[in-house]
Nanobody
């Protein structure tokens, strides 16, 4: 069984930074692809960034150059460093674990609010 717990959200002014963390339990973290998604009110959940077990990364165009995803397999953790935040980044951010053959796992979400 996998559990994902996010932390690090909060209120920040435009141009500021936040670092989200996701702690994972279970034995498949090291071989899984980890991702960060976000969902704003009235909108669909969207991919923000993902990182494979080998360290390859993928970013949404809207966050390229501002956000950085990283993972620490020794700590079963994945991070999202968010710089130069914009009001449109305001969302609930979710941690995701994906591995072929099992259903995706999701965290409970952490709120990020960027004021203008």
């Amino acid at each position: 069984q996998v559990q994902l717990v996010e932390s690090g959200g909060g209120l920040v002014q435009a141009g500021g930074s936040l670092r989200l963390s996701c702690a994972a339990s279970g034995n498949i973290f090291k071989i899984a692809t980890m991702g960060w998604y976000r969902q704003a009110p009235g909108k669909q959940r969207e991919l923000v960034a993902m990182i494979t077990s080998g360290g390859n990364t993928l970013y949404a165009d809207s966050v390229k150059g501002r956000f950085t995803i990283s993972r620490d397999n020794a700590k079963n953790a994945v991070y999202l460093q968010m710089n130069n935040l914009k009001p449109e980044d305001t969302s609930v951010y979710y941690c995701n674990l994906h591995w072929v053959g099992v259903p995706d796992y999701w965290g409970q979400g952490t709120q990020v609010t960027v004021s203008s």
